[in-house]
T-cell receptor
Framework: DQQVKQNSPSLSVQEGRISILNCDYT??????FLWYKKYPAEGPTFLIS?????DKNEDGRFTVFLNKSAKHLSLHIVPSQPGDSAVYFC???????????FGPGTSLSVIP | EAGVTQFPSHSVIEKGQTVTLRCDPI?????LYWYRRVMGKEIKFLLH????????ESGMPNNRFLAERTGGTYSTLKVQPAELEDSGVYFC???????????FGSGTRLTVV
């Protein structure tokens, strides 16, 4: 039973355009959400997070939006760069538990 | 600051053999986690140490898997005996405080043949 879903296994975007990666979750107890980026042969790298008390968090070119009522979050990358090509994992956590639950990932390709 | 170190980076073993994976967390990080990614699927939680104590081992697949963290420093994950479905990439991560994003190691790719 997958609690964090990323329904798009892959996404291709032109350099300079916006990349939008989507994530849905089923557990209403999740109150902290994270995005990780992963290059081949490396471990995931923490990218950006958002608490459930917010609906938006921005860090440079990366913005995460949270819609609690829809149990949906998205990661926007603007402008997209070839170096952004990687697998992006959406993840979530309950305050009462320390473990982070990951989605299956979306492979982003930014085409020069 | 040294990152999270895992070794070996790759291991190929036969079904029925034993393999031990090691993780050295970032110095001073009390929290240590083991995760596994199988066949490009989601990264699944295995267990969580706080110092030398197992805080949560709800993700351990079965009793063929044994994790230890003696002295609260490095951790080992032993698979004995290994089965074909144990193949995957095993990630270790550490963190200093609960609300921080974890720092992951590069993983150990385990192939059971």
């Amino acid at each position: 039973d997958q609690q964090v879903k990323q329904n798009s296994p892959s996404l291709s975007v032109q350099e300079g355009r916006i990349s939008i990666l989507n994530c849905d979750y089923t557990n209403s107890m999740f109150d902290y959400f994270l995005w990780y980026k992963k290059y081949p042969a490396e471990g995931p790298t923490f990218l950006i997070s958002i608490s459930s008390i917010k609906d938006k968090n921005e860090d440079g070119r990366f913005t995460v939006f949270l819609n609690k009522s829809a149990k949906h979050l998205s990661l926007h990358i603007v402008p997209s760069q070839p170096g952004d090509s990687a697998v992006y994992f959406c993840a979530a956590r309950e305050t009462s538990y320390d473990k982070v639950i990951f989605g299956p990932g979306t492979s982003l390709s930014v085409i020069p | 600051e040294a990152g999270v170190t895992q070794f070996p980076s790759h291991s190929v073993i036969e079904k029925g053999q034993t393999v031990t994976l090691r993780c050295d967390p970032i110095s001073g990080h009390d929290n240590l986690y083991w995760y596994r990614r199988v066949m490009g699927k989601e990264i699944k939680f295995l267990l969580h140490f706080v110092k030398e104590s197992k805080q949560d081992e709800s993700g351990m697949p079965n009793n063929r898997f044994l994790a230890e963290r003696t002295g609260g420093t490095y951790s080992t994950l032993k698979v004995q005996p290994a089965e074909l479905e144990d193949s995957g990439v095993y990630f270790c991560a550490s963190s200093q405080v609960r609300q921080q994003g974890y720092t992951f190691g590069s993983g150990t790719r385990l192939t059971v043949v």
